[in-house]
């Protein structure tokens, strides 16, 4: 099975026993105004690392256990709301709340597995070729301080 169909099945699952879907993507920004990326083991790209919101879970709550599960990144104080943007890319329904991250600890980084292929580190000019159209746009929204787009 390749790569996008058991994101789509994954994602189809999700919307036969959720009516709507609510993921988290953080903007994680270092003391140097470097911008942290993820690259996923099923999906190809650079991508703000995040994913879904959980039952019973906060958004906020969902976004820091992403950050340390994917990138070992500790969020410190509270992630600033950058926006919540309709993902028509998957559904309908699909909505993504974007934060950005300016305070944290680096924790350890874990290993490479099938989710997250690699994290790296990268200067908002100088992004890998392969980073997502809406990545990029966040990006340039935050570091430009202009308002989020409505859809991802």
């Known amino acids: 099975m390749g ?18 879907t609510l993921g988290v993507k953080a903007l994680v920004i270092d003391e140097a105004g470097h911008i942290l990326l993820a690259r996923h083991g099923y999906v190809p790209g650079w991508h703000l690392p995040g994913g879904g919101v959980e039952v019973g ?60 292929a690699e994290i790296g580190v990268f200067a908002p000019d100088r992004l890998p070729e392969t980073t997502t159209g809406p990545t990029r746009r966040r990006i340039h929204e935050v570091i430009t301080n202009s308002p989020p787009a409505a859809h991802w």
């Open 3 to 20: 790569p996008r169909l058991f994101t789509r099945m994954v994602h189809g699952w999700g919307r036969l026993t959720r009516g709507m």
């Open 57 to 116: 879970e906060t958004a906020e709550e969902a976004l820091a256990r992403e950050l340390r599960e994917e990138t070992g990144i500790l969020a410190l104080g509270r992630p600033r709301l950058h926006g919540l943007l309709l993902n028509r890319n998957l559904a309908r329904r699909d909505h993504v709340a974007v934060y950005v991250v300016e305070q944290f600890d680096r924790g350890a980084i874990p290993p490479p597995n099938r989710e997250i």
